[in-house]
């Protein structure tokens, strides 16, 4: 299976993503007991490529952390936490243009009432946070994504430091997934308030300004002829959901001469972990090499604020 791709209508034909998607849509699937069956969106594949893409890289461990970033009330955060130890999901709840759709304030308070589906309440930990200033120690995480978001941040520069920021708070090793907007019919990229197309170059050369983070395998920008053959005004899919309906295939998008779709990218922080680290230590060494990376710590920030302190005088 290809992880880092564009979303193409074959990829419905794919056994394991269809599986994927009908765990991430369980809602769909009690309404269509043949779903996903000729409803193909790409807001669905998104969620699926995640799953299985975490499955694939076998990064869904009983002990991962895990951080969702502008995650909304996405139907994934639900369906990890009985896959992992902890699921973080922050989001700008209550501010911005998503406000009462995606970023629901009420979510902070009240997360029940978004899930789908059974799932583990006591893993689930929500937080407002902006995306660009993660309130986290670094090396925390072993799984961060963030869906259909980073567009949302600021144009380039926004999307850039929140992919330094995902990667500080990444443990060396982790894993991170991305999707987001991008252009498939040649055209410049696009640039307006709240939302950014990217054209492949320009999300490669966004990826590439973050050398810590390597792409796990090199990104298929190929989108098929059958694909292309539905393209969706953005507007009328926004008015056709504002309306509750939906026009399928839900794949491809355009918006002032851009053709766009999703493109997830599964990436990879360079690095040993702190395990790994200490594992080529002598035994008689591990523990004392933790104890002292402790008290470095310690020594260091007390030295600092005395030396802070001199300097004043
Ligand atoms: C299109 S929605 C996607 C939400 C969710 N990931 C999903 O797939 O349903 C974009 C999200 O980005 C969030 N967002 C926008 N700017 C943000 C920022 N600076 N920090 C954190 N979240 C932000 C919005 O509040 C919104 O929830």
Not at 76 to 95: C, M, N, Q, S
Not at 299 to 310: D, F, K, L, Q
Request: glycine share 6%; aromatic share 8%; proline share 5%.
């Amino acid at each position: 299976m290809i992880l880092n791709k564009l979303c193409e209508l074959e990829d419905w034909q794919n056994l394991g993503l269809r599986d994927a998607i009908r765990v991430m849509s369980p809602h769909m699937v009690r309404a269509f007991p043949d779903y996903p069956d000729l409803k193909e969106h790409r807001k669905a594949w998104e969620y699926a490529q995640l799953f299985s893409g975490l499955q694939t890289l076998g990064a869904l461990r009983a002990d991962a952390v895990v951080l969702g970033v502008a995650a909304g009330h996405e139907s994934p955060l639900y369906e990890l936490t009985k896959h992992v130890r902890w699921v973080f999901a922050t989001d700008i709840y209550g501010a911005g243009v998503f406000t009462g759709h995606e970023s629901d304030a009420t979510m902070l308070h009240n997360p029940d009432q978004f899930a789908l589906d059974s799932y583990n309440r006591n893993r689930l930990v929500v937080q407002y946070m902006d995306a660009r200033d993660l309130r986290f120690e670094p090396e925390t995480f072993d799984i961060v994504y963030c869906l259909s978001s980073i567009e949302h941040f600021g144009g380039e520069p926004g999307a850039r430091t929140a992919l330094l920021e995902m990667q500080r708070v990444m443990k060396p090793g982790a894993v991170l997934m991305l999707t987001t907007e991008c252009i498939v019919n040649g055209a410049d990229p696009l640039s307006i308030e709240n939302l950014e197309l990217f054209s492949p170059e320009a999300l490669t050369a966004l990826l590439a300004s973050v050398p810590q983070l390597k792409p796990i395998e090199e990104i298929s920008f190929k989108i098929s002829h059958k694909t292309l053959k539905h393209v969706i005004p953005l507007e009328r899919a926004v008015n056709d959901g504002l309306a509750g309906h939906t026009e399928y295939p839900h794949i491809v998008l355009e918006l002032s001469g851009r053709q766009f779709t999703s493109v997830s990218v599964f990436l990879r922080k360079a690095g040993e972990s702190a395990a790994a680290r200490d594992a080529t230590l002598p035994l008689y060494e591990q523990a004392d090499s933790r104890a002292a990376g402790t008290k470095q710590t310690l020594v260091s920030s007390h030295r600092s604020r005395r030396w802070a302190g001199h300097s004043r005088r």
